[in-house]
Nanobody, 122 residues
């Protein structure tokens, strides 16, 4: 099983910054992709950004230029640097890790963190 632990959320003012962290642990062969999704009240969960093991990134248009995703493969950790935060960025942010494991050694399986609150308010 794979466990994801998120940290770094909280309350910031519009224009402020936060850095989210997510560390994966457990019986992991490899982590192919890590990333972040978010869900605001009354809205669907949406992709924020992902990064592959090779460093290729995919960033949502809504946050492009403001958010940066990075990864520390040695520690199985993904980061999301969030700058110039807007009220519409407020949401629960969920960490994703797509991993091969002993129970799924050929095809990656998605694992999710419990989510962490980001509030943007003055």
């Amino acid at each position: 099983q794979v466990q994801l632990v998120e940290s770094g959320g909280g309350l910031v003012q519009p224009g402020g910054s936060l850095r989210l962290s997510c560390a994966a642990s457990g019986s992991i062969f490899s982590i192919k992709t890590m990333g972040w999704y978010r869900q605001a009240p009354g809205k669907q969960r949406e992709l924020v950004a992902t990064i592959t093991s090779g460093g290729s990134t995919n960033v949502a248009d809504s946050v492009k230029g403001r958010f940066t995703i990075s990864r520390d493969n040695a520690q199985n950790t993904v980061y999301l640097e969030m700058n110039s935060l807007k009220p519409e960025d407020a949401a629960v942010y969920y960490c994703l890790a797509s991993c091969t494991t002993p129970t799924s050694p050929l095809f990656p399986h998605d694992y999710w963190g419990l989510g962490i609150q980001v509030t943007v308010s003055s």
